[in-house]
């Protein structure tokens, strides 16, 4: 069997390396990025080879690099926001690996660190570890089926992926879910942010040294998966907000476990900043560490706290209100000097302000259908099923085929917790998408971690990297 014309095999040398096997310029499939490079490997003395080069040997960060791509490793492709530059002195430096198997990184990241010394010159974030192709298996589910996909994406906001996908669809088929639903689904997203900034908080106190923090942001956590178990049957990934409205409507004594909710979670918050806010050790791994700016953050596409933390008062829910958001009172909390400390000071002016909009939706709860009455979306009741045979046919039909969208595309944004969540839904007129592209705030955040680590000491690369809150299920997809 003949080798595809891009693979390289025999004992060709490379001009002027004398590699055996290196392909030379100008052979098919040539790329400069999968030939043999002077690097400095993990864990060695001296440069080497890369040997038979894999997709993932072409990511490698290079010694050498063309100006744009070494501007945005060095974080300088906006403009340096460090006046004074850390130099040890040597002139020295070497590449390193950080993950993707560090627990720091929050998932399945690697990155290449360039030091020198004790600070990080270049940084270059490799993803693709964790890709599970989301994307491509929407176009095989129905759009029945598509809030069980994509709730997996940013699993720390199962709900806001849902809510994303569903309102979509509902765009595409020129339908609204009743006011109730539209209640339900900002009373769950919100208490997700909430439970999702607890997480962050418990891991970012974790990752700095405060140990405490994760016990404590676990503690107020469990109360909200507990809410969402008995609300949708799950602690996560729940396939609860569906298209035309959610599955099922909120069980008895919901409000007396929101009351609970909204009476513990406050006291919660408040041990935290008794137990952060004047830490001296906490400051000091904190404050002025992964600073970006403004005109940075719009130059990476970087929305969300960490673009609030830089001073840019920007949040989906007002520029773009959705599930009738905009009846409720809601602060947006903004910081100024961009860096980590600030994004833990309006992560947790966040949750305040969402617990706000939580007690404001469980006060004006509207009565009536969680889910909309028309029949080609909505399957008909449970009990109808054991009474009609058309019942019966219209429930499995809709759960075998699907329902049709009509041909159209279109773009819709929520605010999750880590920033803008959109999703581009093409339909041509079938059961199933032709086309689902997600825009996740995480790849964006990822993709500016060399602005917030260059000129930085290594030391801070764990703090900063945490506190930008990555979900790799949000990046790979």
Not at 250 to 265: F, K, Q, T
Not at 329 to 346: H, K, M, N, S
Not at 426 to 440: D, E, I, N, Q, Y
Request: net charge negative.
């Amino acid at each position: 069997m003949s080798n595809p014309p891009d693979i390289v095999t025999g004992e060709t040398e490379a001009p002027g390396l004398g590699i055996p096997g290196a392909a030379p310029p100008g052979t098919p499939g040539d790329d400069a990025r999968r030939r043999t490079h002077d690097l400095w490997l993990t864990g060695t003395e001296s440069p080497g080879e890369m040997g038979r080069f894999t997709s993932e040997g072409a990511q490698e960060m290079l010694a050498e690099e063309a100006p744009p791509v070494l501007a945005a490793q060095m974080g300088s492709l906006v403009g340096d926001d460090y006046a004074v530059a850390v130099v040890s002195g040597t002139g020295d430096t070497q590449i390193i690996n950080m993950g993707p198997q560090h627990p720091a990184t929050h998932g399945v990241l690697r990155l290449h660190l360039e030091l020198e010394g004790e600070t990080i010159r270049r940084a270059k974030p490799i993803i693709g570890y964790l890709h599970t192709g989301m994307e491509k298996t929407a176009e095989a589910l129905t759009y029945v089926q598509g809030a069980t996909n994509v709730t997996r994406m940013d699993y720390m906001s199962p709900f806001f992926n849902e809510l994303c996908f569903s309102l979509a669809v509902e765009r595409l088929l020129g339908i609204e879910a009743p006011p109730r639903a539209q209640a339900i689904r900002v009373l769950m997203t919100e208490l997700n942010r909430v439970a999702s900034h607890l997480l962050w908080i418990a891991t970012q106190g974790l990752d700095v040294g405060a140990l405490s923090m994760m016990l404590y942001g676990w503690r107020e956590r469990e109360l909200l998966l507990a809410f969402f178990e008995k609300v949708t049957g799950l602690r996560m990934n729940h396939d609860y907000i569906r298209p035309g409205g959610v599955a099922a409507d909120l069980p008895d004594g919901w409000e007396d476990d929101v009351a609970a909710i909204l009476d513990e979670v406050p006291r919660g918050l408040a041990d935290y900043v008794a137990l952060l806010d004047a830490n001296p050790i906490f400051k000091q791994r904190t404050v002025g560490v992964g600073v970006i700016t403004p005109e940075e953050c719009r130059a990476f596409g970087v929305t969300g706290p960490i673009l609030r933390a830089a001073g840019v008062a920007w949040d989906t829910r007002r520029a773009f209100p959705y599930s009738g958001i905009e009846r409720y009172e809601f602060e947006i909390p903004v910081g100024g000097a961009g860096d980590t400390f600030d994004r833990y000071r309006v992560r947790l002016e966040e949750m305040r302000q969402s617990l706000r909009i939580v007690e404001q939706a469980a006060a004006a709860m509207p009565r009536g259908d969680y889910r909309s009455d028309d029949l080609k979306v909505t399957p008909p009741p449970r009990a109808r099923l054991d009474q009609s045979m058309e019942a019966l046919i219209h429930h499995f039909k809709l759960f075998t085929e699907g329902f049709k969208v009509p041909p159209g595309e279109t773009y819709q944004a929520v605010e999750s917790p880590r920033g803008e969540l959109g999703m581009y839904l093409v339909s041509r007129g079938g059961a199933k998408p032709w086309r689902l592209h997600v825009r996740g705030p995480s790849f964006a955040h990822v993709q500016a971690l060399p602005v917030m680590l260059a000129d930085s000491l290594v030391a801070d690369t764990v703090a900063t990297v945490a506190s930008a809150d990555p979900v790799l299920g949000d990046v790979d997809r």
